[in-house]
């Protein structure tokens, strides 16, 4: 007993949570109870067993689980805000595609790269799912910073060897062979950062690449991911470069990579009923990206569709399709484009309501934290990745319930009032590289 | 010659505003030359007769016209971020209007009013127009705060004699007499604050009330704000209520307060084509709140229509409808959904292009700003509102255009980057009330 006890910890605060969709758990100043990296579990008070226990004393502020972020395009980080008035083909010709071409050079990598882990630090990202480049140095680099500050993330080396511009394009055999060595020297190197299969979508992707990304994806036993059904044209590209699949879903579940290992995809607006059921039969992730989805004039995902049907769904900021880099503020977000779907598409509307506040709170946490495994709430053995807000500056002059405080911080509240980061168990100071 | 230019300043920056609609107007380093309160002229480099002018140097920093709100609650200011899972009844009863009817205690309104300066001085709103309370102690409370802090704004005396809560509703005549009490101890009263009639809305406002508040906009000169079409059930209310008419609009039209005197109406979602036709004609503003408008489910309302039948419009936070006080918030949102209206809506689309940031930069500055008069622009003989931003934090390892770097600050800024703010050529401190 003593020997375990001295690695509890109890932190004590205004609990919120949500074990199950849309229905938070508080605990109003109780006790969230780690064992090393994990909760033991959640307490009004603490029990006579565990009295002895270390409190670190929050009383008053609030304890959320870390927030996840599904996709981000690190090195599009330095383009936030920029070109949004452009068509997506000019913005990535503008922007994307000559940003991403510069991290061949890996001192710049290292500068920009920066910048990104300093900032999912500050907006209290404590998991993400990340693209790189096709540089595999530079992906290597971005993982290492991550480990260095103690967040926690999948992060790809990009392939794509089609329809790419001459400046940002890889050979066949490179790309496969540059992805191996990549997930060969990665793959063990990390306790909280791993690597992740990322052909950037179909149309920029041979089969060939796809076969030899398939293959590695089962090889090492990592995860997938990449974009589907962002936009309209989108879709009809595919079915032209794929006249033998019946769907978008089933180009990428043909070539193995739809579910055979872990799988999240970015954005998800246009799909079947088919491929709904598919995504959901294959445990297929949406990585849903509203501020992006509106800045790319894309459309609205069908989020509420996708849950019934079984779909797992988190967040993303999309970086920089998305401009902000705050789950709080994609939160808010999602919520208000289900309403405007809701309000603005009667068809839908008749069989589907917009999402609430514990909804959007739920696919912030726990929604994207199952792609890492037992994360985004603090039930029993979930690994312990938490925030610590201090909302006193947002407060009013009238007593507000818990409840109201986690509404009130997600959609008036900034990094401002985030006064600490855990993950796994450990706390995460800001990074300061220099 | 002497005499004259002891008054005048020039302030040297990065100079952005938009004289016409959707079109930046840029300098860069140059200066803003300002005798007293206005805008003298922006010039590359100092003209030879202005050489000896006083230059306040902002080398380097952007400098933009100050912020115009045209719709916010200033009681609800301390609801932000709250009940936003409600339905609009629901919402109104829980939160609206328990909370307005506080403000009988006028110790309360000092306190927070206090706040809602406060923010508005933060989010680098220069000029707003703001509903008060049915309580003209508390609101004339609001107008001396306003008046200190050295803000501008048109404040309101809010009016409701039928369809309300028992504890927050007026008697007719009280409500008319209160207004006339208000509108004599304020009107001429402060230099940069002044009244506004500030009908609730139809629903809420019985034909006697209504012509008496008519007679008092004559009578006092004084501009009108209300509500107009905000969602579908409401102006089904409205067509009930007053079969008479042809339309919502034509309801405040027959009373007289439709464009008689200057007059804003918030949201004007759901208008006919006769409905923008008549608010052309008379020169109805609008108050585009397109956070209120996603919160509550409203819709999106038809700018660039409204636009192009020549309607004027300017952003409105709506607090707390909507929940963000920054007007840069707000641009944000009003492109995101113009662009989801174009993408959702392929009639509307097939006409109406969605909305730019130049476009709604115009809206935030100048559009809004012509509610007060020269507002909202660097043009000869405008106030002298402005913004000095910072940026230094949000660059990144690019060199950026200045174009690019409003654009970078509307989307990922904050109240951080403001440095400065400018009204009526005066720097405006903190306030510090205490």
Chains 1, 2 share one sequence.
């Not at 044209?233 to 470069?241: A, D, F, H, R």
């Amino acid at each position: 007993m003593i020997v375990i006890n001295s690695i509890l910890k109890a932190y004590k605060g205004n609990i919120i949570f949500t074990p199950e969709f849309g229905k938070y758990e508080i605990v109003e100043n109780g006790y969230i109870v780690v064992n090393d990296r994990l909760v033991q579990g959640v307490y009004k008070t603490l029990p006579e067993e565990l009295k002895d226990t270390v409190v670190v004393d929050y009383t008053g502020k609030l304890i959320v689980p870390g927030f996840v972020d599904l996709h981000f395009h690190a090195p599009q980080f330095v383009n936030r805000g920029l070109g949004i008035d452009m068509e997506l083909l000019p913005w990535l010709e503008t922007y994307t595609f000559p940003e991403e071409a510069k991290y061949i050079d890996t001192e710049y990598a290292l500068k920009a790269y920066k910048k990104v882990v300093h900032e999912l630090w500050k907006q209290g990202t404590t998991r993400a799912v990340l693209f790189g480049t096709i540089h595999k140095e530079a992906t290597k680099i971005l993982m290492d910073l991550i480990d260095k500050s103690g967040l926690s993330a999948y992060v790809g080396k990009v392939n794509m060897d089609r329809n790419s511009p001459e400046f940002y394009i890889e050979n066949t055999e490179d790309s496969i062979n540059d992805t191996e060595d990549f997930l060969t020297e990665t793959i063990n190197k990390y306790d909280l950062v791993k690597p992740i299969i990322t052909p950037r979508f179909i149309p920029t992707c041979t089969g060939v690449l796809m076969d030899g990304l398939s293959e590695l994806a089962s090889k090492f036993n990592v995860p997938v991911q990449s974009h589907l059904s962002e936009n309209r044209g989108e879709v009809e590209w595919v079915s032209k470069l794929h006249p033998e699949a019946s769907s978008y879903s089933e180009v990428y579940n043909q070539f193995r990579m739809f579910g055979k290992t872990p799988t999240v995809m970015a954005h998800c607006i246009y799909l079947s009923d088919e491929e709904i059921k598919l995504m959901a039969r294959n445990n297929v992730f949406v990585a849903h990206s509203p501020h992006s989805n509106s800045n790319l004039i894309s459309g609205i995902a069908p989020i509420r569709k996708l849950l019934k049907a079984g779909v797992p769904v988190g967040l993303s900021s999309d970086i920089s399709g998305g401009h902000n880099a705050s789950i709080a503020s994609v939160m808010v977000q999602a919520v208000q484009v289900s309403k405007l779907k809701w309000v603005e598409n009667p068809e839908y509307s008749e069989f589907e309501d917009f999402l609430s506040t514990p909804e959007v709170f739920y696919l912030a946490t726990k929604g994207g934290g199952k792609f890492f495994g037992n994360v985004g709430s603090f039930e029993k053995d979930y690994e312990f990745d938490a925030l610590v807000i201090d909302d006193t500056e947002l407060s009013d002059l009238n007593e507000r319930s818990i409840e109201e405080r986690i509404q009130r911080y997600i959609y008036i509240g900034d990094d401002r009032q985030i006064l600490h980061r855990y993950v796994a168990g450990r706390k995460i100071e800001e990074p300061k590289f220099d």
